[in-house]
């Protein structure tokens, strides 16, 4: 039991010091040529100083070492345990009678460890200053408005609406939709007013509206209801929650929230009626992580503890490398099944994991001997 252990710690400290390196060699790697593209995208910008193109890579680089994690550990873990197997000591500890699930247990457990380091810990500083680095772009190297001008300038929203009824909803539409100095302003305002069984109890028409003081102000705004002409235009303050920073938070990537910020902003769009689709898959994503990273370990055990003497070590390697890559390749097309709501988000984020589980104990038990 002791040697049992002593082995499992050795082997888990080379795992976890093959995958470090490989992670900072690949985020290293991956940021180059990040800031490569950013330098050419700001050739045609006079106002983005190499400074700021190196601070918008700098601030990029814990969100690229999230995205390749997964990748450093297959990699990381294929040249661990292929180093172990040339030396001879698995093989050496596989022929005393220790069975490889038992020294595989620590590395799995470290893969997994990290996987939930990083969805944990790593994951808030990824998206604040991944958030950081999108305000730097949007504002030097984009030459749109930010993600309201990529909506095309437009909003729908659904809030609560209990003036008319207790159980009312406002659905609001929008057109021209412009954020400056922290103040959203937008023009061609319909707002339809519903009970609780949507039905309609009124209908606004504003020429304009801004977002103050915690109700939404429609200038020139006329009322219609069901048979009864239009009112005289005047000004109507709607009462809302939403404030400017929540409704331009509604369109940014989802990547650039944390794990523990998701679950309420998840909840807030869906109250105000915005799509929550892409943020339901990022954070279903990063609650898989850790099962991916130990699927990995287990892809790079299954595909680098061939003995030498058998020959073929290096086509099975690049099987190992080969079968990584499809499976981040399955990971990314059930990403997109996701986005498009063909695919429920948790089906989409696991399901790659699961596949890629099945496939790595398969092997792994195809190859065990005892």
């Known amino acids: 039991m002791m040697i049992t252990a002593t082995l499992s710690l050795y082997v888990a400290r080379?795992?976890?010091?093959?995958v470090g390196a490989m992670v900072g060699a690949l985020t290293f790697v991956v940021g180059l040529f990040d800031f490569i593209e950013l330098l050419r995208r700001a050739a045609t910008k006079p106002d983005a100083t190499l400074a700021i193109v190196a601070g918008i890579g700098g601030l990029r680089l814990p969100w690229i070492a999230m995205q390749i994690l997964p990748f450093a550990v297959l990699l990381g873990g294929i040249m661990a345990f292929w180093r172990l197997t040339r030396s001879s000591e698995l093989v050496v500890a596989r022929a005393a009678g220790i069975s490889a699930w038992q020294f595989l247990a620590a590395p799995v457990l470290v893969a997994v460890l990290m996987g939930a380091f990083a969805t944990g810990a790593v994951s808030p500083l990824s998206a604040a200053l991944r958030a950081q680095a999108e305000v730097l772009e949007t504002a030097y190297l984009k030459t749109g408005g930010g993600p309201l001008a990529l909506n095309g300038g437009s909003l729908w929203l659904r809030q609560s609406d209990r003036q008319l009824d207790p159980l009312g909803v406002a659905i609001l539409h929008a057109a021209g939709v412009a954020l400056r100095e922290g103040m959203l302003t937008a023009r061609e305002v319909s707002v339809f007013r519903l009970d609780g069984q949507d039905r309609l109890l009124e209908r606004i028409e504003a020429t304009g509206m801004r977002l103050a003081d915690e109700a939404w102000v429609l200038d020139n705004a006329r009322?219609?209801?069901?048979?009864?002409?239009?009112?005289?235009?005047?000004?109507?303050?709607?009462p809302t929650t939403m404030t400017p920073e929540r409704v331009q938070e509604s369109f940014a990537a989802p990547d650039t929230f944390s794990v523990w910020a998701l679950p309420g902003f998840i909840a807030l769009l869906e109250a105000a009626g915005f799509s929550a689709l892409r943020h339901r898959l990022q954070f279903q994503s990063l609650l898989a992580l850790p099962l991916l990273a130990g699927t990995m370990a287990l892809l790079a055990a299954g595909f680098s503890m061939r003995p030498a003497r058998r020959g073929g070590v290096a086509q099975m390697i690049g099987s190992g490398i080969a079968a990584g890559f499809l499976l981040f390749v399955l990971t990314k097309v059930s990403?997109?099944?996701?986005?498009?709501?063909?695919?429920?988000?948790?089906l989409a984020a696991w399901v790659p994991s699961a596949a890629g589980l099945l496939l790595a104990v398969s092997l792994l038990l195809h190859l065990e001997d005892g």
Do not use: K, M, W
């Open 223 to 238: 009322r219609v209801t069901p048979n009864h002409l239009p009112d005289p235009a005047r000004t109507i303050r709607l």
């Open 14 to 18: 080379v795992f976890a010091f093959a």
């Open 335 to 346: 990403e997109e099944f996701g986005q498009s709501g063909a695919l429920p988000a948790f």
